[in-house]
């Protein structure tokens, strides 16, 4: 496959839906570079026993979010993060090579690198041994079914990964990376920033890519419901790390706990200006979530001493003012909740259940104080309006004599 030439030359006949932009710019190595302007979204999935549809069924929506896999965006121009498109991808390497891209991958790099307990989609032995994923609230969920394969498919250990990751280096005999079974000009093209024309991300092959003060650090995160993973690699100094998780809770944050770490063991600590980042954030969000507890809780308590003292008292009736104000906060926590930490919000857009339970936070377990502290002080106003300060008596002075003229 030439990657510079036009994607649809490989997809035996499939076609991109028409759209204003120029299509032979969607190419293999734009793809790669989320650079090709193709639609956001992914294959969700089945339930185990259904059958899932075919790739260009899935291409053509069958199973992915946000409808069809399309050009929503200008070519070449900018970043536009699409595991869609990887899809034209899988299709086309299964067009060249007549046999289905999960077996032609297994045949061809999988097993020649030694990845044994790897595979694109689940098998019987693996799907034996897998770790089973769970959603925010523990729940364990199903192996889901996948029509696609390409975007997020890979089912490995964290040490077959691994061995991908050192096939990307030198190895210690000093002989050139891909292990015989990349081409060494392949795997230095992964790490050549691709030329976005009004964009200065930093994105090669599949990688995103950042420099750690003098070292090149490539980075690939990646998710499906229940399972979260994330990939650093270091070619140049052959540092690399895999972590995978079996949670919905697994985000960045969490991954940094393992990585930042790690980093600072390294010559240099490549990572330290994005672990400093995060390490701001996370103290930022238990911050704002002590403030918002320890302000709702003033309240709180200084609306229950003013009753205990008679100074508030509940009114013998409440306007229709009043009434909003006190179901008002309830409403907003209520909503807070159902956004970050329920799957109803995707639901509504056509998601599946429980594709995520929680929103996209880089930090949720540290933003979980917010959330605390945000429902601290909503339930502290609604106090506060229930039982407004008391219509007292005026204290009046007994008579004193008066002087008769």
Request: overall charge neutral; charged content about 15%; hydrophobic content about 40%.
């Amino acid at each position: 496959i030439d990657l510079d030439a036009p994607i649809e030359t490989y997809l035996g006949g499939w076609t991109l839906p028409p759209s204003e932009f120029d299509h032979s710019l969607v190419t293999a190595r734009a793809i790669l570079a989320h650079g090709a302007g193709l639609s956001k979204g992914g294959d969700s999935g089945v339930d185990p026993g259904e059958v899932p549809p075919s790739l260009p069924e899935a291409m053509n929506g069958a199973t992915m979010e946000y409808g069809p896999v399309r050009v929503t965006h200008p070519p070449g121009e900018a970043y536009h993060y699409s595991s869609k498109g990887f899809t034209l991808l899988e299709l086309a390497v299964e067009t060249v090579t007549g046999e289905p891209f999960s077996e032609y991958v297994a045949r061809e790099i999988l097993r020649p690198l030694g990845m044994s307990s790897s595979a694109f989609g689940w098998t019987p032995e693996l799907e034996v041994r897998a770790a089973w994923g769970h959603d925010w609230y523990a729940n364990p969920l199903p192996h889901y079914q996948h029509a696609t394969k390409a975007q997020g498919g890979l089912v490995a250990t964290a040490g077959d990964v691994a061995r991908f990751l050192a096939a990307s280096m030198v190895d210690g005999s000093g002989a050139e990376p891909g292990r015989g079974v990349i081409s060494p000009d392949a795997v230095r093209a992964a790490f050549e920033p691709f030329p976005f024309t009004d964009d200065t991300s930093e994105v090669g092959l599949g990688y995103n890519l950042h420099l750690g003060g003098q070292t090149l650090v490539a980075r690939k995160s990646g998710d499906h419901r229940g399972y979260k993973a994330i990939v650093f690699l270091m070619p140049k100094t052959g540092a690399g790390l895999v972590i995978l998780a079996n949670s919905d809770r697994a985000a960045p944050g969490i991954f940094a706990d393992i990585a930042c770490p790690w980093s600072r063991a390294l010559q240099d600590d490549p990572l330290e200006g994005v672990c400093s980042q995060l390490g701001l954030l996370r103290g930022a969000h238990v911050a704002a979530g002590l403030l918002l507890s320890v302000t709702g809780a003033t309240v709180i308590g200084a609306v229950l001493l003013g009753w205990r003292r008679g100074r508030r008292a509940p009114p013998r009736s409440y306007s229709v003012w009043r009434k909003t104000a006190a179901v008002l906060p309830i409403l907003v926590v209520t909503a807070w909740w159902s956004y970050w930490y329920s799957d109803i919000p995707l639901r509504l857009q056509g998601f599946p259940p429980t594709f995520y339970t929680v929103r996209a936070t880089l930090w949720p377990t540290a933003f979980v104080w917010v959330s605390l502290g945000a429902t601290v002080l909503g339930l502290s106003l609604v106090l506060l309006t229930i039982l407004p300060t008391a219509n007292l008596p005026l204290k009046t002075r007994a008579p004193g004599p008066t002087r008769l003229s």
